[in-house]
Protein backbone atom coordinates (compact mmCIF):
# COMPACT_ATOMS: atom_id res chain seq x y z
CA UNK A 1 0.00 0.00 0.00
CA UNK A 2 1.41 2.92 -0.76
CA UNK A 3 2.15 6.37 1.50
CA UNK A 4 -1.09 9.05 1.38
CA UNK A 5 0.31 12.08 -0.88
CA UNK A 6 -0.42 15.70 -1.03
CA UNK A 7 -3.44 16.52 -3.48
CA UNK A 8 -3.06 19.01 -6.17
CA UNK A 9 -6.28 20.95 -5.33
CA UNK A 10 -5.19 24.52 -5.73
CA UNK A 11 -5.62 26.66 -9.09
CA UNK A 12 -4.15 30.50 -9.38
CA UNK A 13 -6.45 32.31 -7.47
CA UNK A 14 -5.97 30.23 -5.02
CA UNK A 15 -2.09 30.71 -4.64
CA UNK A 16 -2.15 34.07 -5.25
CA UNK A 17 -4.81 34.63 -1.95
CA UNK A 18 -2.49 32.05 0.27
CA UNK A 19 0.43 34.37 -0.49
CA UNK A 20 -1.77 37.76 -0.70
CA UNK A 21 -3.89 36.81 2.74
CA UNK A 22 -0.44 36.20 4.42
CA UNK A 23 1.32 39.26 3.53
CA UNK A 24 -1.42 41.81 4.12
CA UNK A 25 -2.57 40.18 7.15
CA UNK A 26 1.00 39.92 8.78
CA UNK A 27 1.73 43.76 7.79
CA UNK A 28 -1.22 46.67 6.85
CA UNK A 29 -1.76 46.10 10.74
CA UNK A 30 1.15 44.98 12.35
CA UNK A 31 4.22 46.67 11.37
CA UNK A 32 3.81 50.54 10.36
CA UNK A 33 3.90 51.60 14.29
CA UNK A 34 7.58 49.80 14.73
CA UNK A 35 8.99 51.27 11.28
CA UNK A 36 7.82 54.06 11.41
CA UNK A 37 9.55 54.76 14.99
CA UNK A 38 12.53 53.59 13.42
CA UNK A 39 12.95 55.33 10.25
CA UNK A 40 11.07 58.84 11.49
CA UNK A 41 10.08 60.95 8.35
CA UNK A 42 12.11 57.99 6.38
CA UNK A 43 9.05 55.58 6.45
CA UNK A 44 8.74 55.39 2.67
CA UNK A 45 12.39 55.10 1.82
CA UNK A 46 12.48 52.14 4.29
CA UNK A 47 9.01 50.73 2.26
CA UNK A 48 10.83 51.00 -1.16
CA UNK A 49 14.23 49.18 0.30
CA UNK A 50 11.26 46.28 2.00
CA UNK A 51 10.02 46.39 -1.64
CA UNK A 52 12.87 46.00 -3.34
CA UNK A 53 14.53 43.47 -1.48
CA UNK A 54 11.00 41.57 -1.39
CA UNK A 55 11.30 41.52 -5.61
CA UNK A 56 14.33 40.50 -5.74
CA UNK A 57 13.50 37.48 -3.55
CA UNK A 58 10.62 36.71 -5.42
CA UNK A 59 12.07 36.57 -8.64
CA UNK A 60 14.52 34.12 -7.28
CA UNK A 61 11.57 32.04 -5.78
CA UNK A 62 9.84 32.02 -8.77
CA UNK A 63 12.95 31.13 -11.19
CA UNK A 64 13.80 27.98 -8.31
CA UNK A 65 9.97 26.94 -8.27
CA UNK A 66 9.43 26.86 -12.05
CA UNK A 67 12.79 23.83 -11.82
CA UNK A 68 11.81 22.54 -8.52
CA UNK A 69 7.75 22.12 -8.20
CA UNK A 70 7.74 20.06 -4.98
CA UNK A 71 6.82 20.82 -1.26
CA UNK A 72 9.98 22.91 0.78
CA UNK A 73 10.94 25.94 -0.79
CA UNK A 74 14.21 27.35 0.01
CA UNK A 75 14.42 24.36 1.84
CA UNK A 76 14.66 22.38 -1.31
CA UNK A 77 16.02 24.72 -3.79
CA UNK A 78 19.16 25.17 -1.50
CA UNK A 79 19.67 21.47 -1.02
CA UNK A 80 19.82 20.64 -5.03
CA UNK A 81 21.33 23.93 -5.71
CA UNK A 82 24.09 25.04 -2.56
CA UNK A 83 24.12 21.11 -0.47
CA UNK A 84 22.68 19.75 2.58
CA UNK A 85 23.56 21.91 5.18
CA UNK A 86 22.81 24.98 3.42
CA UNK A 87 19.52 23.59 2.40
CA UNK A 88 18.88 22.97 6.28
CA UNK A 89 19.50 25.91 7.29
CA UNK A 90 17.39 27.36 5.15
CA UNK A 91 14.55 25.39 6.01
CA UNK A 92 15.20 25.93 9.67
CA UNK A 93 15.18 29.47 9.60
CA UNK A 94 12.10 29.17 7.45
CA UNK A 95 10.39 26.89 10.30
CA UNK A 96 11.81 28.97 13.21
CA UNK A 97 11.10 32.14 11.58
CA UNK A 98 7.26 31.25 10.53
CA UNK A 99 6.66 29.75 14.21
CA UNK A 100 7.27 33.63 15.50
CA UNK A 101 4.99 34.58 12.40
CA UNK A 102 2.19 32.69 13.57
CA UNK A 103 3.01 33.88 17.14
CA UNK A 104 2.86 37.46 15.76
CA UNK A 105 -0.24 37.02 14.26
CA UNK A 106 -2.02 35.35 16.44
CA UNK A 107 -1.15 38.29 19.27
CA UNK A 108 -2.05 40.67 16.66
CA UNK A 109 -5.55 39.50 16.19
CA UNK A 110 -5.88 39.43 19.87
CA UNK A 111 -4.99 42.89 20.38
CA UNK A 112 -7.66 43.76 17.72
CA UNK A 113 -9.95 41.50 19.53
CA UNK A 114 -10.05 42.63 23.29
CA UNK A 115 -8.97 45.47 25.34
CA UNK A 116 -8.47 43.02 28.44
CA UNK A 117 -4.99 42.46 29.23
CA UNK A 118 -5.27 39.19 30.44
CA UNK A 119 -7.57 37.68 27.86
CA UNK A 120 -5.89 38.27 24.58
CA UNK A 121 -3.61 35.56 25.20
CA UNK A 122 -5.96 33.14 25.79
CA UNK A 123 -8.07 34.67 23.17
CA UNK A 124 -4.23 33.98 20.68
CA UNK A 125 -4.24 30.57 22.23
CA UNK A 126 -7.86 29.74 20.71
CA UNK A 127 -7.20 31.25 16.90
CA UNK A 128 -4.07 29.28 17.07
CA UNK A 129 -5.93 26.01 17.91
CA UNK A 130 -9.26 26.99 15.87
CA UNK A 131 -7.31 27.44 13.07
CA UNK A 132 -5.30 24.36 12.88
CA UNK A 133 -8.08 22.34 13.12
CA UNK A 134 -9.36 24.31 9.79
CA UNK A 135 -6.29 23.59 8.26
CA UNK A 136 -6.04 19.94 9.70
CA UNK A 137 -9.17 19.22 7.85
CA UNK A 138 -7.53 19.89 4.72
CA UNK A 139 -6.13 22.64 2.24
CA UNK A 140 -9.36 23.08 0.23
CA UNK A 141 -10.85 24.19 3.00
CA UNK A 142 -7.56 26.33 4.26
CA UNK A 143 -7.95 28.33 0.57
CA UNK A 144 -11.39 28.73 0.71
CA UNK A 145 -11.60 29.82 4.69
CA UNK A 146 -8.31 32.05 3.46
CA UNK A 147 -10.13 33.64 0.51
CA UNK A 148 -12.85 34.65 2.79
CA UNK A 149 -10.33 36.36 5.34
CA UNK A 150 -8.84 38.23 2.15
CA UNK A 151 -12.36 39.64 0.92
CA UNK A 152 -13.23 41.00 3.61
CA UNK A 153 -9.80 42.64 4.32
CA UNK A 154 -9.32 43.93 1.28
CA UNK A 155 -13.26 45.64 1.44
CA UNK A 156 -11.84 47.07 4.76
CA UNK A 157 -9.02 48.76 3.63
CA UNK A 158 -10.65 49.90 0.84
CA UNK A 159 -13.31 51.66 2.97
CA UNK A 160 -9.99 53.33 5.20
CA UNK A 161 -8.69 54.50 2.15
CA UNK A 162 -11.54 56.11 1.09
CA UNK A 163 -12.12 57.98 4.20
CA UNK A 164 -8.16 58.94 4.93
CA UNK A 165 -7.97 60.69 1.50
CA UNK A 166 -11.21 61.95 1.50
CA UNK A 167 -10.12 63.75 5.16
CA UNK A 168 -8.42 66.60 5.26
CA UNK A 169 -4.14 66.27 5.34
CA UNK A 170 -3.03 67.24 9.11
CA UNK A 171 0.10 68.52 9.73
CA UNK A 172 2.94 66.83 12.45
CA UNK A 173 6.38 67.10 13.09
CA UNK A 174 8.16 64.58 11.20
CA UNK A 175 10.25 62.73 13.32
CA UNK A 176 14.47 62.92 12.23
CA UNK A 177 15.37 59.92 10.52
CA UNK A 178 18.93 57.84 9.83
CA UNK A 179 20.70 55.57 7.45
CA UNK A 180 20.33 53.00 9.96
CA UNK A 181 16.88 53.86 11.30
CA UNK A 182 15.43 53.51 7.95
CA UNK A 183 17.40 50.40 7.08
CA UNK A 184 15.58 48.91 10.01
CA UNK A 185 12.49 49.82 9.39
CA UNK A 186 13.05 48.24 5.85
CA UNK A 187 13.66 44.91 7.89
CA UNK A 188 10.94 45.31 9.89
CA UNK A 189 8.98 46.02 6.97
CA UNK A 190 9.46 42.93 5.42
CA UNK A 191 8.05 41.04 7.61
CA UNK A 192 5.00 42.15 5.58
CA UNK A 193 6.19 41.00 2.44
CA UNK A 194 7.49 37.36 3.63
CA UNK A 195 3.68 35.76 2.75
CA UNK A 196 4.69 34.56 -0.85
CA UNK A 197 6.90 32.00 0.26
CA UNK A 198 3.90 30.06 1.66
CA UNK A 199 3.15 29.43 -2.23
CA UNK A 200 6.31 28.47 -3.28
CA UNK A 201 6.03 25.91 -0.03
CA UNK A 202 3.09 24.30 -1.40
CA UNK A 203 4.41 23.19 -5.13
CA UNK A 204 3.12 19.53 -4.32
CA UNK A 205 -0.74 20.91 -3.57
CA UNK A 206 -0.66 23.77 -6.54
CA UNK A 207 -1.86 22.15 -10.49
CA UNK A 208 0.72 22.78 -12.88
CA UNK A 209 2.87 24.11 -10.54
CA UNK A 210 6.06 25.03 -12.91
CA UNK A 211 3.24 27.51 -14.25
CA UNK A 212 1.39 28.69 -11.51
CA UNK A 213 3.86 29.21 -8.81
CA UNK A 214 6.34 31.73 -10.32
CA UNK A 215 2.70 33.52 -11.58
CA UNK A 216 1.29 33.59 -7.97
CA UNK A 217 3.99 35.14 -6.83
CA UNK A 218 4.17 37.96 -8.88
CA UNK A 219 0.56 38.56 -8.94
CA UNK A 220 0.40 38.28 -4.85
CA UNK A 221 3.74 40.87 -4.51
CA UNK A 222 2.45 43.46 -6.76
CA UNK A 223 -0.84 43.28 -4.92
CA UNK A 224 0.72 43.90 -2.00
CA UNK A 225 3.19 46.45 -2.80
CA UNK A 226 0.41 48.25 -4.00
CA UNK A 227 -1.66 48.11 -1.19
CA UNK A 228 1.10 49.10 1.46
CA UNK A 229 1.70 52.09 -0.61
CA UNK A 230 -1.43 53.55 -0.86
CA UNK A 231 -1.24 52.73 3.35
CA UNK A 232 2.04 54.31 4.26
CA UNK A 233 1.30 57.73 1.93
CA UNK A 234 -2.29 58.00 3.54
CA UNK A 235 -0.59 57.48 7.28
CA UNK A 236 2.09 59.87 6.62
CA UNK A 237 -0.86 62.41 5.27
CA UNK A 238 -3.43 62.18 8.13
CA UNK A 239 -0.92 61.98 11.24
CA UNK A 240 2.15 60.19 12.98
CA UNK A 241 1.73 56.38 12.91
CA UNK A 242 4.96 56.43 15.43
CA UNK A 243 2.61 57.94 18.15
CA UNK A 244 0.42 54.95 18.14
CA UNK A 245 0.40 50.87 18.34
CA UNK A 246 -2.93 51.29 16.07
CA UNK A 247 -2.05 53.35 13.27
CA UNK A 248 -4.73 52.79 11.24
CA UNK A 249 -7.53 53.31 13.83
CA UNK A 250 -5.88 56.19 14.73
CA UNK A 251 -5.80 57.89 11.21
CA UNK A 252 -9.54 57.11 11.13
CA UNK A 253 -10.55 58.50 14.15
CA UNK A 254 -8.28 61.49 13.35
CA UNK A 255 -10.44 62.56 10.46
CA UNK A 256 -13.60 62.49 12.41
CA UNK A 257 -15.12 59.29 11.32
CA UNK A 258 -14.97 57.64 14.79
CA UNK A 259 -18.28 55.12 13.41
CA UNK A 260 -15.17 53.33 11.56
CA UNK A 261 -12.79 52.41 13.79
CA UNK A 262 -14.68 49.11 15.17
CA UNK A 263 -14.70 48.36 11.72
CA UNK A 264 -10.67 48.84 11.64
CA UNK A 265 -10.91 46.73 14.07
CA UNK A 266 -12.67 43.96 12.79
CA UNK A 267 -11.02 44.40 9.64
CA UNK A 268 -7.44 43.79 11.28
CA UNK A 269 -8.71 41.13 13.25
CA UNK A 270 -9.93 39.22 10.09
CA UNK A 271 -6.39 40.22 8.48
CA UNK A 272 -4.68 38.50 11.36
CA UNK A 273 -6.45 34.96 10.82
CA UNK A 274 -6.01 35.13 7.46
CA UNK A 275 -2.67 35.18 7.77
CA UNK A 276 -2.28 32.86 10.47
CA UNK A 277 -4.35 30.20 8.00
CA UNK A 278 -1.77 30.61 5.44
CA UNK A 279 1.21 29.70 7.88
CA UNK A 280 0.52 26.94 9.17
CA UNK A 281 -0.16 25.49 6.07
CA UNK A 282 3.03 26.63 4.85
CA UNK A 283 4.77 25.84 7.83
CA UNK A 284 3.67 22.26 8.15
CA UNK A 285 5.35 21.60 4.33
CA UNK A 286 8.21 22.67 4.67
CA UNK A 287 8.34 20.63 7.77
CA UNK A 288 7.00 17.76 6.05
CA UNK A 289 9.73 17.83 3.27
CA UNK A 290 12.67 18.24 6.05
CA UNK A 291 11.20 15.36 7.92
CA UNK A 292 11.31 12.89 4.41
CA UNK A 293 14.88 13.73 4.38
CA UNK A 294 15.41 12.81 8.05
CA UNK A 295 16.43 16.79 8.81
CA UNK A 296 13.71 16.52 11.44
CA UNK A 297 12.11 13.37 12.82
CA UNK A 298 10.33 11.26 10.89
CA UNK A 299 7.77 10.90 12.12
CA UNK A 300 6.66 14.37 11.42
CA UNK A 301 6.89 13.41 7.58
CA UNK A 302 3.06 11.78 8.21
CA UNK A 303 0.61 12.68 5.60
CA UNK A 304 -3.83 12.17 6.59
CA UNK A 305 -4.76 8.91 4.85
CA UNK A 306 -7.99 11.18 4.32
CA UNK A 307 -7.68 14.99 4.54
CA UNK A 308 -4.34 14.56 2.66
CA UNK A 309 -2.20 16.79 4.82
CA UNK A 310 1.13 16.65 6.83
CA UNK A 311 -0.83 16.46 10.01
CA UNK A 312 1.52 15.14 12.64
CA UNK A 313 3.68 18.80 11.70
CA UNK A 314 0.77 20.81 12.12
CA UNK A 315 0.22 19.18 15.27
CA UNK A 316 3.24 20.23 16.47
CA UNK A 317 3.23 23.44 14.91
CA UNK A 318 -0.08 24.16 16.98
CA UNK A 319 1.51 23.07 20.33
CA UNK A 320 4.55 25.38 19.66
CA UNK A 321 2.84 28.92 19.03
CA UNK A 322 0.34 27.69 21.76
CA UNK A 323 3.57 28.31 23.91
CA UNK A 324 4.72 31.30 22.56
CA UNK A 325 1.29 33.09 22.62
CA UNK A 326 1.77 32.62 26.12
CA UNK A 327 4.84 33.36 27.01
CA UNK A 328 6.06 36.21 24.37
CA UNK A 329 5.48 40.19 22.88
CA UNK A 330 4.19 41.03 19.45
CA UNK A 331 7.51 43.20 19.10
CA UNK A 332 9.94 40.40 19.89
CA UNK A 333 8.31 37.63 17.65
CA UNK A 334 8.09 40.19 14.83
CA UNK A 335 12.13 41.00 14.97
CA UNK A 336 12.67 37.13 15.70
CA UNK A 337 10.83 36.25 12.56
CA UNK A 338 12.31 38.80 9.95
CA UNK A 339 15.53 37.66 10.81
CA UNK A 340 15.32 34.24 10.42
CA UNK A 341 13.05 34.68 7.05
CA UNK A 342 15.47 37.10 5.29
CA UNK A 343 18.33 34.24 6.16
CA UNK A 344 16.14 32.25 4.46
CA UNK A 345 15.69 34.40 1.13
CA UNK A 346 19.13 34.81 1.17
CA UNK A 347 19.77 31.23 0.95
CA UNK A 348 17.42 31.17 -1.67
CA UNK A 349 18.78 34.18 -3.69
CA UNK A 350 22.30 32.10 -3.24
CA UNK A 351 20.90 29.17 -4.74
CA UNK A 352 19.05 30.92 -7.86
CA UNK A 353 22.57 32.37 -8.47
CA UNK A 354 23.81 29.10 -9.42
CA UNK A 355 21.20 28.23 -11.71
CA UNK A 356 22.70 27.47 -15.43
CA UNK A 357 21.92 29.61 -18.42
CA UNK A 358 18.78 28.04 -19.49
CA UNK A 359 16.75 27.92 -16.25
CA UNK A 360 17.35 31.10 -15.36
CA UNK A 361 14.14 33.79 -16.32
CA UNK A 362 16.51 37.23 -14.99
CA UNK A 363 20.24 38.14 -14.42
CA UNK A 364 22.07 37.12 -11.61
CA UNK A 365 22.75 40.72 -10.83
CA UNK A 366 19.26 40.18 -9.32
CA UNK A 367 20.16 37.79 -6.87
CA UNK A 368 23.12 39.52 -6.17
CA UNK A 369 21.13 42.75 -4.99
CA UNK A 370 18.64 40.17 -3.23
CA UNK A 371 21.09 38.47 -1.15
CA UNK A 372 22.86 41.35 -0.39
CA UNK A 373 19.70 43.03 0.75
CA UNK A 374 18.58 40.36 3.05
CA UNK A 375 22.10 40.00 4.78
CA UNK A 376 22.07 43.93 5.21
CA UNK A 377 18.72 44.18 6.61
CA UNK A 378 19.15 40.97 9.11
CA UNK A 379 22.60 42.58 10.51
CA UNK A 380 19.97 46.18 11.46
CA UNK A 381 17.15 44.80 13.03
CA UNK A 382 16.73 45.41 16.54
CA UNK A 383 19.67 42.94 18.40
CA UNK A 384 17.61 41.29 20.92
CA UNK A 385 15.68 39.98 18.19
CA UNK A 386 18.87 39.22 15.98
CA UNK A 387 20.87 37.36 18.63
CA UNK A 388 18.12 35.41 19.90
CA UNK A 389 16.97 34.01 16.29
CA UNK A 390 20.82 33.56 15.56
CA UNK A 391 21.13 31.21 18.85
CA UNK A 392 18.34 29.30 17.93
CA UNK A 393 19.69 28.95 14.39
CA UNK A 394 22.80 27.56 15.98
CA UNK A 395 21.45 25.66 18.06
CA UNK A 396 19.15 23.71 15.20
CA UNK A 397 22.75 23.50 13.34
CA UNK A 398 24.60 21.95 16.31
CA UNK A 399 22.10 19.11 16.66
CA UNK A 400 21.74 18.27 12.92
CA UNK A 401 25.75 18.08 13.35
CA UNK A 402 25.92 15.70 16.28
CA UNK A 403 22.87 13.61 14.65
CA UNK A 404 24.94 13.40 11.50
CA UNK A 405 27.93 12.64 13.31
CA UNK A 406 25.82 9.95 15.24
CA UNK A 407 24.44 8.29 12.27
CA UNK A 408 28.20 8.06 10.76
CA UNK A 409 29.01 6.54 13.78
CA UNK A 410 26.70 4.14 13.56
CA UNK A 411 27.08 2.96 9.69
CA UNK A 412 30.83 2.59 10.46
Not at 117 to 128: C, K, N, T
Not at 182 to 201: D, E, P
Not at 297 to 314: F, I, K, M, N, S
Not at 330 to 335: D, E, K, N, P, S
Amino acid sequence: MSKPELARRLGLADAVLIGLGSMVGAGVFAVWSPAAHAAGSGLLLGLGLAAIVAYCNAVSSAQLAAVYPVSGGTYVYGRERLGEWWGFAAGWCFVIGKTASCAAMALTFATYATDIGWLRRLIALAAVVALAAVNYRGVTRTARLTRILVTCTLVVLALVLVLLYSGDAQQHTSTSTSPYGVLQSAGLLFFAFAGYARIATMGEEVREPARTIPRAIGIALVIAIGIYLAVAVALLRTGDPASTTAPLAAAVDGVGAAWAVPVVRIGAALASLGALLALIAGIGRTTLAMARNRDLPTWLAAVHPRYQVPHHAELALAVVVGILVLTTDLRGVIGFSSFGVLLYYAIANASAFTQPADQRRWPRAVNVLGLTGCVVLAVTLPWRSAIAAAGVLAVGLAVRRFMTGRAGSARS
